[in-house]
């Protein structure tokens, strides 16, 4: 997730693990936002529970398990 610090305008990166993280910590604390500091002024920026739920990695969809036929059981066309 990229984020721009709102006093120095200086753009840096989030780390997957770490949104997830964050967003666990403020679903169980009962948070709105997640304060992140900036790497260059240390100055605090506010990102909003949506935001990181927009950004949090999602889980493959699971599919059913395709069952194939055993490789005998097949009928095999007559000749005639």
């Not at 069952?67 to 059981?73: I, N």
């Amino acid at each position: 997730m990229q984020i721009r610090c709102y006093r120095c305008g200086w753009s840096f990166a989030i780390k997957k693990d770490e949104i997830a993280f964050a967003l666990q910590a403020l679903e169980q604390a009962g948070g709105g936002h997640h304060d992140v500091r900036c790497p260059r002024c240390r100055h605090t920026n506010r990102v909003s529970v949506e935001q990181l739920r927009r950004s949090v990695p999602r889980r493959p969809v699971e599919t059913p398990p395709v069952v194939e036929p055993e490789p005998g059981s097949e009928e095999e066309p007559s000749e005639a």
